[in-house]
């Protein structure tokens, strides 16, 4: 139940054209504390209640818990969630031996593009695709509970 995972900003729209999959998320926070965050997430016609705990000293790795709810479960859910909802395409991509998922926002987050890859251990090496940019794991305003808070649109 320990997420280790590493976050880069994408440098193009490439990846789009090798994406296998993509799906719209729309995604709200109960609790946006950083020791014990509750995302309520409608994943297309599929709702997910995810449980996330205090992030390492460098940023890689925590606690993440998820179970699958209905759609309608999510939906009341939504309704409950602190202000800044998430609206993003969420799309995967496999490169080398390891899968991406690229997040592309919209709404308040409109024009970040961010991708994550998840890890067996901290030091694995990985392909690095030519679409990946400036790394960005463990910087807290990257956070999808940040950005709820603190979306794109607001930084300077």
Wanted: proline share 2%.
């Amino acid at each position: 139940m320990i997420e280790i995972e590493r976050k880069f900003l994408v440098t193009s729209n490439v990846f789009k054209d090798r994406a296998f999959k993509s799906t719209r998320i729309i995604q709200g926070f109960l609790n946006r504390d950083p020791e014990r965050t509750v995302r309520i997430r409608l994943k297309g016609d599929n709702g997910v209640l995810t449980v996330k705990g205090q992030s390492s000293n460098n940023g890689l790795s925590r606690f993440e818990w998820e179970t699958n709810i209905e759609k309608h479960e999510a939906e009341s859910l939504l309704k409950l969630c602190e202000n800044g909802i998430i609206n993003k395409i969420r799309h995967e991509i496999k490169v080398g031996n390891h899968f991406f998922e690229v997040d592309e926002f919209f709404g308040d987050n409109q024009g970040l593009i961010i991708a994550e890859v998840e890890l067996q251990h901290e030091n694995e090496s990985f392909e690095k695709p030519i679409w990946l940019g400036k790394e960005v794991t463990g910087q807290i305003k990257y956070y999808n509970s940040q950005l709820s808070k603190q979306p794109y649109i607001s930084w300077e």
